[in-house]
């Protein structure tokens, strides 16, 4: 066994999978072909299904080859293969990129749906964590944000995301694809978010490596795994302390115990308040340091006047209770 | 009332100090003498002392200028001043500028405590957070690295350790100084810490706003916000679960209810464990990740076999109390 094989073995136990059906997201660039590659390699024989699913955006015109490319790469394994292609027009808040991923994301969940698939896995690699971490840093994030690209999460009941080669350096994917002698596709996209990504891994990263402390990628990569660690523990306090505060959530409103809340370390309070956020989907966005204190004030205050959060959710307080309602 | 003094007094209201014994440790560069120049200015009258302290390490040829320039200003000021003299050689495992810094507290400890001075205060500025919090980045860094310089630490029982400028940044303190017309010392330090520093603050960070993200000043002191407030929180909780566990601690030894321990979330009783280190002063910088795994399976396995951890700790499961013997 190749001793990239071995590694992704190591982090993914075939035994794990094999029986399970699993779909591979294969762009066509270098990561994902050496994933599907590997994964086709250490699959042990069983009822399992390794199917290759290649996500067309249409954003570039040599978005047809490389569906091709994949059709045949999945041909020559013996995988099965499946193209969707975004027919429709992106675009979002967040740019095209964003749009895209979200899109892709979709597809590969409507997908494993349909396939009756337990795994999506994508490519991810060292590289692509160690450049999201210096990224978030550089443009500001939470310590939520600062774990980076999560190794696993679930996509939808049953059917987990994850990232096998997470911990693996593009360097020893070229390897293995060099020792295999296996072509692969280059991705030309060049978006302005695009565009930012390459500018960290061709001259920043170099440059801090070279000039400033060599050690920089492990640093990126165990503080993105400390912070993982450290975030795993908070929400899960977090949540207890949700379940323990929550009196009464409708549609319409929720009801917070206040005195639970208030008489819980703050830094917790407000990361339940985070996380209710996140189920609600209320935006946070604008939730700035000033507003959070601002709820906290009322959470712990004796004199409570009600006001509006931003997103329109309206904070009240009557009694020992709180409750936030969305005013639209 | 000066903006610069306004927001040192925001940060740290006179009235809560006037009273007190005040040690300000002054270099005599453009920080210290902002910071002594704002705390003399907004002093209430009452009881209270400032005293402004300089310690001479005898580094540079021109520290006897430097000690007369901070003299001569509190004699200005109309303020104690004391000269402290380092007059060993200075050494230590992590190079002269640590052991001046230890040392330069040694001595501020030592002053404070002779002259009953409730507060000592130091004039970092925001600058400093954000190098330091960079640098530590580029190094690795843990969660607890992250939080970078406190803004508020004991030094002694009934004396803390206090940064009121630890928000201000150094183009606010240059101008404050303009203002005043007051002159200060230049730094001309070069030593090899010092001079990364320096390339942090003039190279570095000055391409990372203009060719990068221009708000790389403000992430790096909001994630340095947000890791304290994370920290502080997870270091109470590791307290009390570190409380809860503790069975007999002697000079000898220590043993833990590995029972207690093995059933609190894995990321707190490996937290506990760290601050139970911290304590005895135990070497934590060879406790690598394999380590503590090594530890958390003695501490929740059921075939106990006993080793030793770097330094010389020796660990024992017997039944379930945990025994921490350190063997030298």
């Known amino acids: 066994m190749h001793p990239f094989e071995k590694a992704v073995a190591a982090n993914w136990p075939p ?49 047809d080859t490389d569906a091709q490319f994949v059709a045949q790469l999945a041909q020559q394994l013996g995988i099965e293969g499946i193209l969707g292609r975004v027919d429709f027009e992106l675009s979002g808040p967040d740019g095209i990129e964003a749009a895209a991923r979200s899109a892709r994301y979709g597809f590969l969940r409507t997908f494993a749906m349909d396939h009756g698939a337990r795994y999506v896995v994508t490519a991810h690699t060292a590289d692509d964590q160690i450049e999201t971490v210096l990224h978030r840093i550089l443009r500001g994030t939470s310590l939520a944000g600062l774990s980076g690209i999560p190794r696993a999460r679930e996509l939808e009941l049953g059917i987990s995301l994850l990232r096998p080669m997470l911990s693996i350096r593009r360097s020893e994917v ?31 990263l170099p440059l801090l490596r070279d000039a400033y402390l060599p050690q920089v990628d492990q640093s990126l990569l165990r503080l993105a795994i400390g912070a993982a660690e450290c975030r795993e523990y908070v929400e899960t306090q977090a949540s207890q302390l949700l379940d323990v505060c929550l009196m009464r959530e409708t549609d319409e409103s929720v009801t917070l115990d206040a005195k639970k809340l208030g008489t819980a370390p703050p830094f917790l309070a407000k990361e339940a308040c985070v996380l209710l956020w996140k ?41 020992e209770q709180l409750t936030l309602t969305p005013l639209e």
Chains 1, 2 share one sequence.
């Open 15 to 63: 035994h794990s999978w094999s029986d399970c059906t699993v779909m591979v997201a294969v762009s066509g660039g270098a990561d994902s072909v050496a994933l599907l590659r590997s994964l086709a390699a250490i699959r042990e024989s069983g009822p399992g299904r390794l199917i290759a699913v290649h996500v067309d955006h249409n954003l570039r015109k040599e978005s």
């Open 279 to 319: 189920q609600h989907a209320w935006p946070r966005q604008s939730m700035s340091r000033e507003k959070w204190e601002a709820l906290w004030t009322l959470i712990t205050g004796d004199s409570p006047a009600p006001f509006e959060l931003p997103g329109g959710i309206r904070a009240e307080k009557k009694g």
């Open 174 to 204: 070229e390897a293995y694809l060099a020792d295999l002698g296996q072509t692969f596709r280059h991705d030309e996209t060049n978006d302005e978010s695009r565009f930012f990504r390459n500018r960290l891994r061709n001259d920043l």
